[in-house]
């Protein structure tokens, strides 16, 4: 239950930081898919490790393998498992100080949740490095959902304080893509970009860290999808998105912003345009009553700082209860919002697919080409 | 499933807000335990229309009735059915204007779902009125943590531009839950109640509305549950608030905050104090790794303003495809955030119980004195 | 998750034998159905008590009342809740000997697993009254069933050693019905019925009961649904049949039968029949790999006789640990087969409805006239 | 969900029977086991092919891999994986007659669930071979249930014609255990077990193939565990029991030899024995009202004979459409029966393990030695 996601469209995680390997099982793909693995790989280089002098220095190559599911190249209907290997193992820090208690870190209480048996190394089952499960689920999720014209598309909003509030039109997504691609930090608008990676270079020769949120946004997607109560498009989308280690809000549409609003402000008509029934401006974030608009859904997330930093800290000697003190020496991430960004997309994808599925909007079989 | 929330403590939501009733099912409450029904409808009455002049004049009386699950006072194990009745029902305004959509309302979506054959008298399924259900289960909830010593407490944080960012020490709970309910607004500081009060009432005159936020707090929850990935406590928590109508974004702990922050200025070392393992500063609120910590369990959820408000907008007639205008007249909040106060309780009550007896924490059947 | 079953089509059971009533939730029934209150009336109406001289005289008008889910009367696509009330309550037995443990009963298991606070009065939640609940949604189940052509027949098959083993054709579903309706036995050959009935007579005379087996089948029912592994046809009836009290077996197809049969006798060509793919026999009882092969779904059950006897027996009493004889007084069933009949029919409705709306073969918004 | 089953004890299938290996999830293992690899192994090779001149001679070493969840020879909390690789693959049969479909095998119904993209080589998904993934879950879960004195026990009952019906004392579960492994059909009796296994080697000479039953018994496990209603152990072990491949029947205790019994040959009176409460006889298999009463857990499930028979049958091409004959000549066992037994006995850990860990008997982490 802990690691499993999904009602029809059912991802189930498992693997470790510095174990064999991290790997995702997903049930439920319909039937008939060409299953890209190019583009699977391409979507596991976006959060992959030492792409960019931003991040980690971890070398992980993360090539993906295939283990079941596929047959001639296609989903056959039964689980498909996909895997990385882990290679580039260091886990002598972490050997080191088993007892220290690393500040912000989930060492304690993972240790108190499974009574000191949790393996320890990278932060074992802890690790952001799970996430690149998330991500080849993702991308087979985004296959299906690009067949029924529906995209996903996230970028970097903000860094610490410089942020990027510019609401970008929709029909670009190829070109805000391009743009996105261009820069390590995931940001679109190209001045802002430069700000955002001198200010995460900037913490990274501090030994420091930063954070910063992710936008997201769902163009296409039908209305009249999720539903009220328990199963409201922005309870599947925040339950997943908190799986993500480092992720501490979320907000839809206008989100906090609402909480400062007069209704006259933030009601939204409904209009008629192109024949299609619409609203003005989408504060709601393309959902009312938990049920999809047919409006874009957007939504925007906190990422904290990166726990790891190389700064002298305070702590505590778990073993031996005394206070300590600890710099973090292993390969970390300055800033983990870039490669936070494919993460994102990926959960939602596969949010939406399997609401899709349960709609039944999207076939089991899909018909193929 | 989309009614129905939670693993051993189950709740199954179901009634509208003109039908007969509104009720809740929980499959999974312990047995055993000596139900005290009048804090059950003291709980609800929290919560109840027409119990103040900030909110809607809706006049329930919202009286618990039991209707299964209970017997000789005490839980037996089986399902406990509770429900409250609709009885100052009033469909006039949405018989009459049921083709044009309420603009911020969940019509258009609800008639896209359900193909227009959803009740639409009073929102129906998607009405706040819903969550008197969540309250009722809630309220089980709380009265078995109360046995752990497991408090929670959820107040007004905001309304529109007001905000009251003080932290209260958690451990005048009892002073504090005072002090909230001598104000209608459900804020704590005095002086900022009545700012908040005097807020409500200026919009109210207005025929207009008003957002706000609400924290809530966790005390004395165990250390070292709730867990990775997908069963995080923040993915329940999170999952759970979003039912509630209005909710448009939730953080936990420094939550937006943190993602301008530093490593150095976020990190939260750990100490040693009464014995105890602990952090300096609780910027986690409460939980690492998706597990809790000790420490004590904080969020904060955004509230749009109503929807319902008393000025002519403009929308489109559904029906005839053509725009019209629209200006409420049924009965309504001008700022629902006070209400929502016990809500964001019960929903918080309602995962965290069923946390505890996933992990083994809270046995089956209670022992009672 | 004990008293809730189905994906989409879920119900979750609640209510008591001597509580106030015994009710049904139905989430996810698909929105617009016009509900045939008079169908559901009528099925309860098959397993009511008190309807013919062969069952128990516990006199329940069983009438069914909505309390949520329909308006103008169809299905909103919003939980349905449904109950019928108890009326006829008489407790007296047992409350006198709520410390002997009746023979057979659940009384100890029961008592165990809720610490002693279950409602021990006419078996409380373990009743076969529950199973009323059943019923009601499983005649909205078959309503919707209906509209695909898909039937749901079940017949006594045997009362003791009375069986009736034919074959019968399955055009003629609408002649069996009445058939089996002009007999309380619920058998079809108009010659065992009477032998079944004269048989069910002699025990209740002797103050003793019986046992019996029901087969069910179901007709055109499409091919290629349910599947491997824990999902298959065969595990999903089985699962809900056994929520049923007093069932003890179940074979699909030939079933025990098949394990004494070799390979060659038991395997079923594939034919070519009217331009359809068939089999030859059906011994695999239209489910093949836990997939529908598109012959019919046939499944027997075993029915356990009734515990509650007239008859002295001896047991014990568990708060005064100390050799009892007992002798059952209250109303029962000298047979319960006959009115396990429909319970059968229903709680296979619920389960394939739910798998069709699974695969998307029948949509959340039905169709209609 | 297809490919999942448990709550918190929940294991996951995934591989093929030609594609690159056969696996399982398990998440909720309880940490701090310190994980007997042998034991697992050993019960792999109870279910591996070429064990004995009684089943296929297909050779795979099923080789157990551990990927993930142990570190330091102990379960971490954190979902393990386990696999073995195919190695001894031929698919030219399969491939050569992808378009006949097979008497009584799935490829029919497989075909039409999954469009035609199902993988048919060995029956893919739809192999007996799956279970071995079961398998290693259930070594697991026995290694939790024999520290809580908790055993399984399964054996051949009967094979045909040939029926052991002796009822075994539960004290020797050792010496049984000695007894069994004795004959390559999983019998206890020494002289039925020969008779059985010349059975098999009969129909092995004909080219053909036989079926049988399979009887489960569970010593020790405690009183007033599952319950009513949708969570009964008898709707859970049946609803597991069912996804293993040629089940077609199960039944508890007295089972379909009950529906010909009066009530008062049935019941089983309460007795003091030993100081502790029991029943006389165990007709109802050590479950009543769905509910554990602290007799042994008792079952038999009936198989059907091998499908796959070296013996000429009448089929279909379903490509062309037309009458074509058929006659195995893959590798296949003569008798499932004998390699079924220790996947009866996994499944029945995988549930009741899950049980318990839902009831709170056994707790989320081990206290170990």
């Known amino acids: 239950m802990d690691n499993s996601l999904g009602t029809i469209f059912r991802i189930t995680s498992f693997g470790e930081s510095h174990g064999e390997l991290v790997g995702i099982i997903i049930d439920g793909v319909p039937a008939g898919l060409l299953l890209d693995l190019d583009f699977i790989q391409s979507e596991l280089n976006k959060r992959k490790p030492a792409q960019s002098h931003l991040v980690t220095s971890r070398n992980e190559e993360d090539k993906l393998k295939v283990l079941s599911g596929v047959f001639n190249n296609r989903t056959t209907g039964a689980p498909v498992c996909l895997i990385i290997e882990n290679k580039d193992i260091d886990s002598s820090y972490y050997e080191k100080y088993k007892n220290y208690l690393k500040p912000s870190h989930a060492d304690y209480s993972a240790q108190m949740k499974y009574g000191g048996f949790s393996d320890y190394r990278g932060s074992g089952r802890?690790?952001?490095?799970?996430?690149?499960g998330f991500v080849m689920a993702g991308a087979v999720a985004k296959q299906i959902l690009e067949k029924y014209d529906i995209f996903i598309f996230a970028y970097t909003k903000s860094i610490g304080n410089i942020r990027d509030d510019e609401v970008y039109s929709l029909n670009e997504i190829e070109n805000l893509t391009k743009l996105r691609e261009k820069s390590p930090s995931r940001a679109i608008n190209p001045?802002?970009?430069?700000?955002?990676?001198?200010?995460?270079?900037?913490?990274?020769?501090?030994?420091?860290?930063i954070g910063g949120t992710v936008k997201c946004v769902v163009t296409n997607f039908p209305e009249g999808k999720g539903g009220p109560v328990f199963n409201s498009i922005e309870s599947n989308i925040s339950r997943a998105v908190f799986a993500i280690p480092a992720i501490k809000g979320i907000e839809f549409g206008a989100g906090f912003r609402s909480s400062k609003m007069k209704g006259s402000e933030h009601n939204d008509p409904w209009i008629l345009k192109d024949g299609?029934?619409?609203?003005?401006?989408?504060?709601?974030?393309?959902?009312?009553?938990?049920?999809?608009?047919?409006?874009?859904?957007?939504?925007?997330?906190?990422?904290?700082?990166?726990?790891?930093?190389g700064i002298l800290q305070k702590t505590i000697d778990i073993k031996n209860r005394k206070d300590v003190e600890i710099e973090f020496s292993g390969r970390h991430d300055p800033c983990i919002v870039p490669r936070i960004v494919s993460v994102i997309e990926a959960m939602t994808a596969n949010v939406l697919l399997d609401c899709l599925l349960v709609e039944g909007y999207i076939p089991r079989i899909l018909k193929v080409g």
Not at 197 to 202: A, T
Not at 282 to 299: H, K, L, R, V
């Open 126 to 132: 802890l690790s952001g490095r799970i996430t690149a």
């Open 191 to 209: 001045e802002k970009a430069i700000q955002m990676e001198e200010s995460i270079k900037e913490v990274k020769n501090q030994n420091d860290s």
């Open 276 to 309: 299609k029934i619409q609203t003005s401006k989408n504060d709601a974030g393309g959902i009312i009553g938990g049920i999809s608009t047919g409006m874009p859904i957007e939504f925007t997330v906190a990422v904290k700082p990166t726990a790891s930093i």
